[in-house]
């Protein structure tokens, strides 16, 4: 038999550690630095910016200039999209994500970026209208259901709660009653619909296009 036929590809070459080492003493005197992330170096999935700051300072940063929309999603069962969308509404700066059903979800996707972004749970989607009616704001629902308005012919309102509803089923019924409107991403292909996650991504970032230079 030919070798080449059994022995396995070399797998790629190692990159670099992310992130950076220790940091060169003296250290610099800035209340918003970690002394241990000083010492030992900070190899978190954070920005430049951030480098050795604790969680706190980075909060605390991030709360000044969070925006004025919030992301909601039903967990009824196990999902491993919601990791995926808590990364995407840190990448986003999205003022709250909130969690709709079960407590416990799968955090691996998050990538650690739960820790950074405020995370609420509502037991049903009732606690989750009542929340949303106390601070005026309108649940806009994304779904390809029927009589979903396509997105890229709709506003969203600057402050609202984007609710999502779990891969497969989508938004449960009771889900959309409590909806203002439903909106859904234009496909061209032949799948029935976008992966969970892929779809929160693009609905968060159409809020950014048309809202974020006139939110900070």
Known sequence: MNPSETEPEPGPEPGPEPGVGPHPEPWPDDPRLDPALL??????????????????????????????????????????????????????????????????????????????????????????????????????????IPGAIPIETRGLPRECVLLFGQEGPGLSPEAQRVCREVVEITQFGSTRSINASAAAAIVMHSWIRQHALNST
Do not use: C
């Not at 820790?115 to 106390?134: F, I, K």
């Open 39 to 144: 010492a030992e170096g900070d190899r978190r999935n954070v920005v430049d910016r951030f480098r050795y700051w604790s969680m706190e300072a980075i909060v605390a940063d991030l709360d000044q200039s969070r925006h004025p929309f919030h992301v909601a999603t039903e967990n009824w069962v196990k999902d491993l999209n919601l990791g995926s969308i808590v990364r995407s509404a840190n990448a986003f700066a999205v003022a709250g994500v909130h969690i709709v059903g079960q407590k416990r979800w799968n955090r691996r996707g998050a990538m650690v970026t739960d820790r950074y972004q405020h995370l609420h749970h509502h037991p049903d989607v009732a606690s989750l209208a009542l929340w949303a009616e106390a601070g005026n704001l309108p649940i806009i629902g994304v779904d390809n």
